[in-house]
């Protein structure tokens, strides 16, 4: 969970500084949200790999493990 909180904290902090640089360069409004968004986008899809990786495989196993619980649930009750 915490490399899920830490991806979401690091993808929103380089949109708002994408979107402070831009609003610095004039950007304003709609204009300002789109290219702050396509931008961030791009920034974190390169800097944040290795840590969407991380986070993928901790949602992963988690999902893994509630399937096995669900599974164990499952037997129990039709035993």
């Known amino acids: 969970m915490r490399s899920v909180m830490l991806y979401t904290a690091a993808r929103v902090l380089i949109f708002v500084v994408t979107a402070g640089v831009l609003a610095l360069f004039g950007a304003r409004g709609v204009l300002l949200l789109l290219l702050a968004l396509l931008i961030s986008g791009v920034v974190s899809f390169v800097l944040l790999s290795a840590q969407r990786d991380r986070m993928s495989s901790v949602v992963a196993s988690g999902l893994q493990q509630r399937r096995h619980m669900f599974q ?8």
């Open 72 to 79: 164990r649930a499952r037997t129990k009750e039709d035993a």
